[in-house]
T-cell receptor, first 112, second 115 residues
């Protein structure tokens, strides 16, 4: 069965620090990968997605992610975080058929 | 654009009561989903429907039933609500299997409390 794990439950950073959030999935076949963000009081929004081609994908608001097939990973990065990046971040994988599974989420707090 | 609309937004139920969460999308998407979100557990897939007329179990289907009424609508029913079903429920949709990589669009959520 497919599953998604995220390395950190809660991350606290100062503004301008670099961010890397880990995501690993378990599934041996072709996958589509996503990162979603949920700002306080809002519903989920897509940050970026990977489905084929260049394993380094760029998303909105300066976020990027790298798909490493051999490691079953899809880590999210941002060189310099802002206070407005405070949110919960979810990694997701579409594997078999049309089933889309989300990870448990990482809560990011950015201190001004 | 309405996107994904779910109702009701808030509901309080007594243990043992039944209720149906309604969801409709106006994007002509093939696939629809029901998730629940609980603190520390992320979004867990309850049921999904890859096309009109089909439904499949997700990660946590026990205690729930679904109906894909037509291409637009996908309802979630709690037959006998339990306190463990207190959660925020999200309906979502996407284009489907013929369009790899396309985005899932979420509704605004339904807050359900079972007392």
């Amino acid at each position: 069965a497919q599953s998604v794990s995220q390395h950190n439950h809660h991350v606290i950073l100062s503004e301008a620090a670099s961010l890397e959030l880990g995501c690993n999935y378990s599934y041996g076949g072709t996958v589509n990968l996503f990162w979603y963000v949920q700002y306080p009081g809002q519903h989920l929004q897509l940050l970026l997605k990977y489905f084929s081609g260049d394993p380094l994908v760029k998303g909105i608001k300066g976020f990027e992610a790298e798909f490493i097939k051999s490691k079953f990973s899809f880590n999210l990065r941002k060189p310099s975080v802002q206070w407005s990046d405070t949110a919960e971040y979810f990694c997701a994988v579409k594997a078999s058929y049309d089933k889309v599974i989300f990870g448990p989420g990482t809560s990011l707090s950015v201190i001004p | 654009n309405a996107g994904v609309t779910q109702t009701p937004k808030f509901q309080v139920l007594k243990t043992g009561q039944s209720m149906t969460l309604q969801c409709a999308q106006d994007m002509n998407h093939n696939s629809m989903y029901w998730y629940r979100q609980d603190p520390g557990m992320g979004l867990r897939l309850i049921y999904y429907s890859a096309s009109e007329g089909t439904t499949d179990k997700g990660e946590v289907p026990n205690g729930y039933n679904v109906s894909r009424l037509n291409k637009r609508e996908f309802s979630l029913r709690l037959e006998s609500a339990a306190p463990s079903q207190t959660s925020v429920y999200f309906c979502a949709s996407r284009q489907g299997t013929d369009h790899s990589g396309n985005t899932i669009y979420f509704g605004e959520g339904s807050w359900l409390t079972v007392v």
